[in-house]
């Protein structure tokens, strides 16, 4: 269990969330416990860009758009849209040669992960994905707990199909912290995830047995 | 030159152009001459995806959203938005564990395709691309002649370097000839343009040297 790094402490942070749209439409307040995920993540893929480690971006906030109106000498403005269900993941790119395919998602939960943060034709994605040879997978925080989680894709698909068995809508704390990976928390980057790609490009079947 | 396939003739529909938001924005017309490219694109990688052999997906229009009204028991309507420009380019994906990256742009001339269609970020965002081991493209449609070319990387940086270095501000009809390959238009799919992605795979060098 390589990545499970010890001590889960968080980089905390006063500064307010500018600059973020989507704070607007969805305020999310973690009070001085620090940024929020999409912020930590979207830090960590400029800082991996600006050091030619990884190209991986977040893809725009899907608009339907209905109305457009074209003042006289200035820019077009959206009158009237809506927002739409994202068809794929949020995140994707390429990392030393791989495609690399994910979504970020964080619960105020403490107990489990609930598995309706997923939408069934984003799972059907990343299984697109993973059948042609790309890397799929999720990072999941405990916001409350401070603590960011690493998922390889197949577990994500076990547990959505247990929960279309008949089983539970969630994943308990333990079954996270048991499968994925700890994502240590720091100052630059902020959610540095890439090693523990590294391992799975290493050992694409690696499933931390030594625990089980 | 295994992709220059005689005879350039295209698959014309008189489906009126549906469903394309874009389309509210930017009236595209070709009368009788069928689909504009994004949507052969759309249609192609539909088709790759439905078979499983591609999954590329385009990215959603990039807004800045200003302003939104939640109106009681209905979703929220964004009131006030703005187009931004694009940071990467519109298309990407992964192919045989490869990922794919590339911007799909039309021109009405006969004789050029004038280089303004690109901005800087988005050449920048494809050497990235290439710099990590992906693959980037463009998609060239002279629309007039009804012939669409794929053109590597490669060869886009250098016309642009052209450009900044003094030289022209375009690439003539013969250059995109000459270092593109002619994509065949057909029904299903319209825009078949993964056995040209087969052979750069294959030959990660190839230049058409045996044209010159």
Redesign the interface.
């Known amino acids: 269990m390589p990545f499970n790094y010890p001590g889960g402490k968080s980089f905390t942070s006063n500064k307010p969330a500018t600059n973020n749209?989507l704070s607007?439409?969805k305020p999310v307040s973690y009070g001085k416990r620090g940024m929020t995920l999409e912020e930590d993540v979207n830090d960590t893929n400029n800082y991996y860009?600006s050091r030619?480690l990884?190209?991986i971006?977040k893809?725009?906030?899907?608009?339907?758009?209905v109305q457009?109106d074209y003042p006289k000498r200035s820019?077009?403005?959206?009158?009237?849209?809506?927002?739409?269900q994202?068809?794929?993941t949020d995140y994707?790119?390429?990392?030393?040669?791989?495609?690399i395919?994910f979504e970020a998602k964080e619960t105020k939960n403490k107990t489990s992960f609930p598995l309706q943060n997923f939408h069934l034709h984003q799972i059907n994605?990343m299984k697109?994905?993973m059948?042609?040879?790309?890397l799929a997978f999720v990072i999941i925080r405990f916001s409350t707990k401070e603590e960011t989680y690493l998922v390889h894709g197949h577990s994500i698909f076990k547990w959505w199909n247990r929960m279309e068995c008949g089983g539970r809508k969630s994943v308990t704390y333990e079954e996270i912290t048991k499968e994925g990976y700890f994502i240590k928390t720091g100052l630059t980057p902020r959610l540095h995830y890439l090693p523990i790609i590294d391992q799975w490009l290493l050992q694409p079947v690696l499933q931390k047995e030594s625990e089980e």
Not at 92 to 99: M, W
Not at 131 to 134: C, I, K, N, Y
């Open positions: 749209k607007k439409i860009l030619g990884a190209v971006h893809k725009p906030t899907p608009v339907q758009i457009v820019a077009a403005v959206i009158k009237e849209a809506y927002f739409k994202a068809s794929t994707n790119g390429v990392y030393k040669s791989h495609y395919d994605h697109q994905v059948e042609q040879g790309g």
